[in-house]
């Protein structure tokens, strides 16, 4: 079945540590999307990608990187200047070469990442 | 400017009845406004979406109703069921600038047997 894979589900991360968050969508989507979910804030842009080797950084890209070396895959990386890390994280992906108007974004399951 | 004010942040209502969530935004330039239904520990799943140019959309059970000139839009869920107990956002977004979508702060909706 298409879709979209955010994998680990559950992330343990130890102060001063870089953890990395895995995307990977199988729907030839050309966007890839990174959200931080809080509790009461809803959704918040980290970065996002419209094509190979490009991204642009969203609302609250401080703290995290990210690479599209491939289509299919947008990795995640919660660095150790990200002071707050605790959150649910938001993959999603969405088409725009060949679509019909705007199409809506997708979303992965979500990584939940927690601080040991 | 980037801002979608949503609300309530809950709601409770009875098996059989009507659930309202309303949004409101202030940025004339945004185009698209999605609805997203989202289950603990799930990704938000997309509902129903409406464009400025209709002032009503029905799929189903699920209405939203438009506004443009008071920039509001609004989900309605008839016959609401214990299933639809969920978090629900609204966003908006406009053409180019990579679709980015802003978020509503969600509404978490439980429906009583």
């Known amino acids: 079945d298409g879709g979209i894979t955010q994998s680990p589900k559950y992330l343990f991360r130890k102060e001063g540590q870089n953890v990395t968050l895995s995307c990977e969508q199988n729907?030839?989507?050309?966007?890839m999307y990174w959200y931080r979910q809080d509790p009461g804030q809803g959704l918040r842009l980290i970065y996002y990608?419209?094509?190979?080797?490009?991204?642009q950084k969203g609302d609250i890209a401080e703290g995290y990187s990210v690479s599209r070396e491939k289509k299919e895959s947008f990795p995640l990386t919660v660095t150790s200047a990200q002071k707050n890390p605790t959150a649910f994280y938001l993959c999603?992906?969405?088409?725009?070469?060949?679509?019909?108007?705007?199409?809506?974004?997708?979303f992965g399951d979500g990584t939940r990442l927690s601080i040991l | 400017q980037q801002q979608v004010k949503q609300s309530p942040q809950s709601l409770i209502v009875q098996k059989g009845g009507i659930s309202i969530i309303n949004c409101a935004y202030e940025n004339t330039a945004f185009d698209y406004f999605p609805w997203y239904q989202q289950f603990p520990g799930k990704g938000p799943a997309l509902l129903i979406a409406?464009?400025?140019?209709?002032s009503e959309k029905k799929e189903g059970r699920f209405t939203i109703s438009f506004n443009k000139s008071a920039k509001q839009f609004s989900l309605h869920i008839m016959d609401s069921q214990p299933g639809d107990s969920a978090t629900y956002f609204c966003?908006?977004?406009?053409?180019?600038?990579?679709?980015?979508?802003?978020f509503g702060t969600g509404t978490q909706l439980k429906v009583e047997l």
């Open positions: 990608s419209q094509i190979v080797n490009d991204f």
């Open positions: 409406i464009r400025p140019d209709v």
């Open positions: 729907l030839n989507h050309d966007a």
């Open positions: 999603a992906s969405r088409l725009i070469v060949g679509a019909r108007g705007n199409q809506p974004q997708h």
């Open positions: 966003a908006a977004s406009r053409k180019g600038g990579g679709n980015k979508l802003t």
